[in-house]
């Protein structure tokens, strides 16, 4: 079964300044997605940013972007400029379509005016 | 983007009664949407598979006759919550996937707040 790991339960940053978010997982499979959602107070989830595994170029998305280290099964997002807005649960997911998302634990992150 | 609804945002229900949540894609057809279970401060934890035409697929510990699914049409899945229990209070949040196939972004309903009194 497919795994998904956030060792950081909680993180902060200073406003404008860059942070990153640690995911790793573990799956025997060769194709797959990863995903990073973000989690507001609203609790809507809002997809941040998506990568296929079988692309070796690193996802981008205006100031997010991830490391994706397919071999190490690992798969980091980056904030840049962070934002007060960006402040929320950071949830990274395995999977997607029509197969349900395995979810990590989830990272609170803070930004500090 | 796609736009997926939940309906209603929150619920207040007495203990015993029932309560039904639908979860709509507002503009693409979905043959499968899921249903989570969010604890406060805690991940999501998925309950079940929605499949329309079909039964859903639940998840171990989940009780089906408790929380009752159905995917009536390609937009529209209900999950009822049978004789609610004040354990039964959580946040319910539904996701779906544009049909085109695998590995689609899936989409998030708004959510769903129960407190079961």
């Known amino acids: 079964a497919q795994t998904v790991t956030q060792s950081q339960p909680e993180m902060s940053v200073q406003e404008a300044e860059t942070v990153t978010l640690s995911c790793t997982y573990d799956?025997?499979?060769?194709?797959?997605?990863l995903f990073w959602y973000k989690q507001p107070p609203s609790r809507q989830m809002i997809l941040v940013i998506r990568q296929e595994a079988y692309k070796q170029q690193n996802a981008t998305e205006n100031r997010f972007s991830v490391n994706f280290q397919k071999a190490a099964k690992s798969f980091s997002l980056k904030i840049s400029d962070s934002q007060l807005g960006d402040a929320a649960m950071y949830f990274c997911?395995?999977?997607?379509?029509?197969?349900?998302?395995?979810f990590g634990k989830g990272t609170r992150l803070s930004v500090i005016a | 983007g796609a736009v997926v609804s939940q309906h209603p945002s929150w619920v207040i229900c007495k203990s015993g009664t029932s309560v039904k949540i639908e979860c709509r894609s507002l503009d693409f057809q979905a043959t499968t949407m899921f249903w989570y279970r969010q604890f406060p401060k805690q991940s999501l934890m998925l309950m079940a598979t929605?499949?329309?035409?079909?039964?859903?697929?639940?998840e171990q510990g989940v009780e089906k006759d408790k929380f009752l699914i159905n995917h009536a049409s390609l937009t529209l899945s209900t999950l009822t919550v049978t004789s609610a229990h004040p354990e039964d209070s959580s946040f319910y949040i539904c996701?779906?996937?544009?049909?085109?196939?695998?590995?689609?972004?899936?989409?998030f309903g708004p959510g769903t707040r129960l407190l079961v009194l």
């Open positions: 929605s499949n329309e035409g079909s039964k859903a697929t639940y």
């Open positions: 799956t025997s499979e060769s194709d797959y997605y």
């Open positions: 996701s779906a996937s544009p049909r085109r196939g695998g590995g689609e972004t899936q989409y």
């Open positions: 997911a395995y999977g997607g379509g029509n197969t349900p998302l395995v």
